[in-house]
């Protein structure tokens, strides 16, 4: 079982920028795809972002497309989420996922592991 533990949430006005980090243990991380989802209350978690577990496939939700960049370091055994130009509707709290040999699926039910979530909040 991967365990997840995001970080890089906070308070930004619209416009800026945020990295989110996602740090992973007790796996061999490079077997794994990644994903990022974000919710709101009330509202249906939906897909950011992914990468795939060898690199070669990143995927991304309409609306972050060419906005947020997903990457991965291997040796850190990390995944980030690069946010830029957020808006108010970036708002939420953000979870990554991991996929045992995910090929960077939007799909939620394709990821068995998440983590606890960092809080993005952008004002305007």
């Known amino acids: 079982q991967v365990q997840l533990v995001e970080s890089g949430g906070g308070l930004v006005q619209a416009g800026g920028s945020l990295r989110l980090s996602c740090a992973a243990s007790g796996v061999t991380f490079s077997r794994y795809g990644m994903g990022w989802f974000r919710q709101t209350p009330g509202k249906e978690r939906e897909f950011v972002a992914a990468i795939s577990w060898s690199s070669s496939t990143t995927n991304y939700a309409g609306s972050v497309k060419d906005r947020f960049t997903i990457s991965r370091d291997n040796a850190k055994n990390t995944v980030y989420l690069q946010m830029n130009s957020l808006r108010p509707e970036d708002t939420a709290a953000y979870y990554c996922?991991?996929?045992?040999?995910?090929?960077?699926?939007?799909?939620?039910?394709?990821?068995?592991?998440w983590g606890q979530g960092t809080q993005v909040t952008v004002s305007s």
């Open positions: 996922a991991a996929a045992y040999k995910g090929d960077g699926s939007s799909w939620s039910s394709s990821y068995a592991d």
